[in-house]
């Protein structure tokens, strides 16, 4: 199978960049709350650098959609991710206004009613795929903490397409991605924490295992 591998929580030119040699397939930039935030200024000056083949996927939480089109235009972006509130004909509007080559992405959490949200976003046309992630009581992403696959390896494998627009996420690292991947099948994985030396700081050794790592399980 072939993977999509998105490295989250970027917040330096370097870091990005090692993300995309190392063989990812995104890059992602948090604009919410956070150890990894950054500003729309610091990522248009990181994006323009970078290769074409890598996306540039921004992490919005409770944004405005005038807040989320002035960034992706300001900041180059070829992707958004959406977490918490945001309405099922949010998708849709920003389709309307960006066009059909942003990939837009919606944050489930793993847990009671996880199932059902995962069908309502993989039957909106407008969603390319879901993030299915772990939550804690004070952060919506990047907690390091997985939730279980056992439980939630049946969600995964429910339908063809629902697999096909699946991403896990949520505690992953170089030392446990091929299991997640072998338990849960994905579309794609995200990681930040994981392969950080300290919040907002990539490591180049744990980046390029877990890209490594995770290209070989999806070969299994």
């Known amino acids: 199978m072939s993977l999509w591998i998105k490295i ?13 040699e190392a063989g990812a397939d995104a890059v992602g930039f948090v604009f919410a709350p956070s150890p990894r935030r950054v500003t729309p200024a610091q990522v248009a000056a990181i994006t ?9 996927i921004g992490v ?12 992706v235009h300001m900041c180059g972006l070829t992707g958004v991710q959406l977490h918490s509130e945001a ?14 080559g942003l990939r837009i992405l919606r944050v489930v959490h793993f847990g009671a009613g996880a199932a059902e949200q995962i069908t309502q976003h993989t039957r ?3 969603v390319d795929g879901v993030l299915v992630d ?10 390091g903490v997985t939730f279980d696959w ?7 494998s429910q339908n063809a397409e629902a697999r096909k627009r699946l991403i896990a996420a949520g505690g992953l690292r170089p030392e446990n991605v091929a299991e997640a991947i072998l338990t849960l099948q994905p579309w794609g994985v995200d990681v930040a924490s994981g392969v950080e030396s300290e919040p907002g700081k990539k490591d180049p050794e744990k980046l390029r295992a877990f890209v490594a790592k995770a290209r070989a399980a999806a070969q299994e």
């Open 8 to 20: 989250c929580g970027s917040t330096s030119l370097e870091d990005a960049r090692l993300a995309g």
């Open 60 to 71: 919005f939480v409770n944004a405005g959609l005038d807040e989320i089109y002035s960034t």
């Open 87 to 100: 309405g099922p004909g949010v998708p849709g509007r920003l389709r309307e206004r960006l066009g059909r």
């Open 150 to 156: 056992g439980s939630a390896s049946a969600i995964f």
């Open 124 to 126: 909106n046309r407008d």
């Open 48 to 56: 323009p650098h970078l290769p074409a083949n890598v996306e540039k």
């Open 134 to 143: 772990s939550r804690t009581p004070t952060a919506v992403g990047g907690t």
